[in-house]
């Protein structure tokens, strides 16, 4: 089959997962679509849950292994959209439909570079393809859940839109719940003890504190506060007030030292959620990289989050669409990109692999 056609088959495949839903935990119908492929195609492939899975034919345990990885759960379309999200159709190249950026672009994409390469032989590495679930809420079944089930993996292209280019480096996340206390009493009386008030300069720390180590393509750690809560009533002056803190970590820093630094230094109590979404990296001058740069392709660093935070190896993230368009109203990718996205994933490929 030419690449041309392997193309026209990815899209049709977009556009059958696009019309069907698949929220987080609830992908089993677009995880049976995948299963489809595979099997027109003849190529042997497990399932685990709503993960699905496929090693290339002439694999060699010998060798190292490539992993191709992207995700077919989606969020829940918001409340500000004018199309159905479930009906895929193209108007002015732009495909429309809930997931076709985010990131179903990616994912067929990569199941055709896969499909491209799945009977070439003698390649350098061995190539897994995995379409997981749960990316978008981080479930205990997506891929951070599978990877004990896969072979070894040591390096990987992470399918998310980037338009293309060569995210290098990505943020991780730290979410911290932090609590300023007070004295609780009734409004009308004095109180110089307003946990509300005592909420002013804890804010402040956190809104002017920097954290000294930096990335080249990170930047510096952001740190916002997101939420806050306080109060359940007009006359009472709350016991304490609660906030929420988000916190994206360049590769300077480990999770673990973000949370020792912010609970010695805190004007207030302060506890992380969990330290398991690391920042990810690969180095500029790894050969899959280089086949990039040599292709023209930029790099930089991704502010964003994806299932490269479960990854303990190099990874690269890399796909066609742009991500400003991820959870939008009207989701949609251009037709070209999914085009372009094909070609520069097989051009990658047969520079890294060859």
């Known amino acids: 089959m030419t690449q041309q056609q392997l193309t026209i088959k990815a899209i049709e495949l977009l556009k059958q997962l696009i019309s069907i839903q698949s929220f987080s935990s609830e992908e089993d119908k677009t995880a049976d679509t995948i299963q489809d492929w595979f099997k027109a195609f003849d190529i042997p492939f497990e399932r685990i849950h709503n993960n699905v899975?496929?090693?290339n034919k002439f694999w060699d345990d010998s060798k190292p292994t490539l992993l191709l990885n992207s995700h077919h759960d989606t969020v829940k379309p918001?409340?500000?959209y004018t199309k159905d999200p479930f009906h895929p159709h193209i108007e002015d190249g732009k495909l429309y439909g809930l997931g076709s950026n985010d990131a179903g672009g990616c994912l067929v994409s990569l199941i055709a570079t896969f499909t491209h390469y799945y009977a070439a032989e003698n390649l350098n590495h061995n190539i897994l393809m995995v379409a997981s679930m749960e990316e978008e809420s981080a479930g205990e079944n997506s891929l951070r859940g599978l990877l004990p089930s896969l072979p070894e993996i040591d390096v990987a292209i992470v399918g998310e839109p980037t338009l293309m280019d060569l995210?290098?480096?990505?943020?991780?996340?730290?979410v911290f719940d932090a609590i300023i206390k007070g004295t609780p009493s009734h409004a009308a009386h004095p109180n110089d003890n307003n946990s509300i008030y005592n909420t002013i300069e804890v804010l402040e720390w956190f809104k002017n504190y920097k954290f000294e180590k930096t990335s080249e393509a990170l930047g510096d750690v952001k740190m916002t506060?997101?939420?806050i809560?306080?109060?359940s009533q007009h006359n009472v002056v709350p016991a304490q007030?609660?906030?929420v803190i988000d916190v994206r970590v360049?590769?300077?820093y480990l999770n673990k030292e973000i949370a020792d630094l912010l609970k010695s230094e805190a004007p207030c109590e302060i506890q992380e959620r969990g330290l398991k979404l690391g920042s990810s990296k690969i180095d500029k001058d790894h050969p899959l990289v280089q086949s990039g740069i040599a292709l023209g392709r930029k790099t930089y660093g991704s502010p964003t989050l994806s299932d490269q935070a479960a990854l303990t190896c190099q990874s690269l993230k890399l796909g066609p669409g742009d991500s400003t368009r991820s959870h939008s109203a009207d989701e949609y990718i251009y037709v070209r990109e999914i085009e372009e996205g094909i070609d520069l994933y097989i051009k990658i490929l047969n520079g890294f692999l060859k």
Do not use: W
């Open 229 to 231: 809560n306080a109060g």
């Open 78 to 80: 918001n409340k500000a």
């Open 53 to 55: 899975f496929a090693k």
């Open 225 to 227: 506060v997101t939420q």
């Open 241 to 243: 007030v609660e906030l």
């Open 250 to 252: 360049n590769h300077a």
């Open 167 to 174: 995210a290098i480096a990505e943020k991780g996340l730290i």
